[in-house]
Every structure is written in C-alpha cells, then in structure tokens.
C-alpha cells in the first residue's frame, strides 16, 4: 500500500506534506485561492483546500438497547488493528462504508469464523478495479498510462 501511494503521488506531482499542524487558513490576498499556514512558520498556498479529518477521528458508538450487558467485543472502527483477535470468531460489522467494507474484507481473508455486515440501505457495489486498473483511473488505465 505504501509503495501505491508513494506511486500515485510521485505520478501525480503531488507535494505531500507530514507532521506539521495546521494553524491558520484565509484566502490570499488577491483573492483567488488560500494560503494555510503550519508551525514552523510553513505557508503554502493553493486554489482549493480540502479538509479531510476523516470520520474516524471522533468515534461514536451510538447507546444501543442492551450495550451495557453486552459482554462481547465491541469496538469502534478507529481502534481496528487487524483481523488476529476475531480468528474463529463470528463478527458484525456495523456500516459498510469505504471503512466498513474493507474491515469486513480484512476480517474475511484473515480468519474471523463468519463475517456479517449491518447496513441501512443497499450500497452500491462496483468493483475495486479491472485488470489491475484501479477504479477512480480507469480513463488513464484504459490510455495505457498504468500505474504503478
């Protein structure tokens, strides 16, 4: 996964930046695009900014009927390490969203007796990729632009 993504931004040009932590966004002066500033007095300037904190970053286990006599394993998908302590065991994954789904997949390939999955309403499903062409790229793919 790591050399993909390492892949797709070097593909793609993309300047990715870590470990710094966002202290301020306004619009540039001119009024065309943003200018984020990060500690260490780093600025960097862009015509859209995209905030992506992720779902999983306030966890909330809704209070179920019966939740607190439960004495079964119950987590939230942000304290999902992997498949080993469900071996054997039979799991529901609430929610099959892009987490969902591939936590159920995870669990699946790794061991986990039976895995069910909750949802509110049918998703729709369409698949990952095609001859090794992921999805979102299948115009580039189909161009003979492959990656990685």
């Keep these: 996964m790591i050399r993909y993504l390492e892949a797709y931004a ?3 040009a993309l300047d990715i930046v870590t470990g710094v932590e966002v202290t301020g966004l306004e619009r540039t002066a001119d009024g065309t695009g ?15 900014v995209v905030v992506a904190t992720g779902c999983n970053h306030t966890p909330r286990l809704p209070d179920w009927p019966g939740r607190d006599t439960y004495s079964g394993d119950l987590l939230h998908a942000r304290d999902y390490r992997g498949p ?3 071996s ?6 609430v929610g099959v969203g892009n987490t969902g789904a591939e936590i159920a997949v995870d669990l699946a390939e ?3 007796a039976r895995v069910r ?8 499903i369409v698949r990952r990729s ?4 992921p999805r ?3 115009a580039s793919c189909a161009a003979g632009s492959r990656w990685p």
Excluded: M
């Design 130 to 133: 095609t001859a090794g062409c």
């Design 110 to 112: 790794g061991g986990a």
């Design 84 to 86: 080993s302590p469900f």
């Design 10 to 12: 070097e593909h793609h």
């Design 34 to 48: 943003w200018l984020l500033r990060a500690t260490g007095g780093r600025e960097l300037t862009g015509s859209a």
């Design 136 to 138: 979102s790229s299948r």
């Design 88 to 93: 054997g065991k039979d799991v529901l994954v």
């Design 117 to 124: 999955l909750a949802v509110r309403t049918a998703p729709h």
